[in-house]
């Protein structure tokens, strides 16, 4: 199921990355069970040391993680996603611009969804890779 962008702004904003996906400014422009991407700004993001922190690169890919697995959730009648596992890897810093997320399946179950997340910067070089386990549960 693809749904609009500005029903994907609708998503994030009524509980696919709550308020703390707003004020970390995620935006997120495709929303699927097969890829979900997203944006996030560095600025108002980082570390001490003006980098992006590792920590806000964990809540891109949880967001967009998440909201993919609510997308599928919603074909196995199981439309709540709770994360359980989430794992990141840091490759590489960013100290301005947007780095952008995409979310890809690597596995979809009845009761578990696990996604990748790619996080890359301006350049389209490769900033993070994470992957998070949601629990799907029903209503």
């Known amino acids: 199921m693809d749904i609009a962008a500005d029903s994907v702004q609708e998503l994030l904003t009524a509980g696919g990355g709550g308020s703390l996906g707003e004020r970390m400014g ?47 959730g919603q074909t196995v009648d199981r439309p709540f996603a709770v994360g359980v596992d989430i794992n990141a890897t840091h490759h590489k810093s960013a100290r301005s611009g947007v780095v952008t997320g995409v979310a890809t399946p690597v596995h979809r179950g009845r009761t578990m969804a696990t996604y990748e997340i790619v996080i890359t910067d301006d350049s389209g070089e490769r900033v993070c890779t994470a992957r998070i386990t949601c629990l799907l549960r029903g209503a």
């Open 26 to 72: 995620i935006q997120l422009s495709e929303a699927s069970a097969e890829r979900v991407v997203g944006t996030m700004p560095v600025e108002g993001n980082t570390q001490p040391y003006g980098l992006l922190h590792g920590g806000a690169s964990c809540v891109l890919a949880e967001t967009l993680g998440s909201v993919g697995a609510v997308m599928h």
